[in-house]
């Protein structure tokens, strides 16, 4: 069981920055995969971003890519998403999502994950 809490949603202008945190409990492996996903209202949930627990390489949706960055503290057992030059486009409920995708197709799926936190607000006014 792995237990996923995000925080560090909020309003924020166009051209404004957040940071997301996704504070993680329970077991996780050394394949653990660690992503952010975004769901706006009538669209589906998209990959935004992943990194791999013990490597740290990192993954980006290309409308994501040069403006947000994955980071992780191993020891705080912490996920961070550094939002940057935000768009209204980017306005989303974000999740933290854990998992052990084996291939890319499902490291960019949500089928590729196990886990997920209950999401938190990202709004991008213009």
């Known amino acids: 069981q792995v237990q996923l809490v995000e925080s560090g949603g909020g309003l924020v202008q166009a051209g404004g920055s957040l940071r997301l945190s996704c504070a993680a409990s329970g077991r996780t492996f050394s394949t653990s995969v660690f992503a952010w996903f975004r769901q706006a209202p009538g669209k589906e949930r998209e990959f935004v971003t992943a990194?791999?627990?013990?490597?740290?390489?990192?993954y980006y949706a290309d409308s994501v890519k040069g403006r947000f960055t994955i980071s992780r503290d191993s020891a705080k057992n912490t996920v961070y998403l550094q939002m940057t030059s935000l768009k209204p486009e980017d306005s989303a409920v974000y999740y933290c999502a854990h998992g052990r995708p084996r291939g890319s197709s499902a490291l960019l799926s949500t089928g590729g994950y196990d886990y997920w936190g209950q999401g938190t607000q990202v709004a991008v006014s213009s």
């Open positions: 990194i791999t627990w013990s490597g740290g390489s990192t």
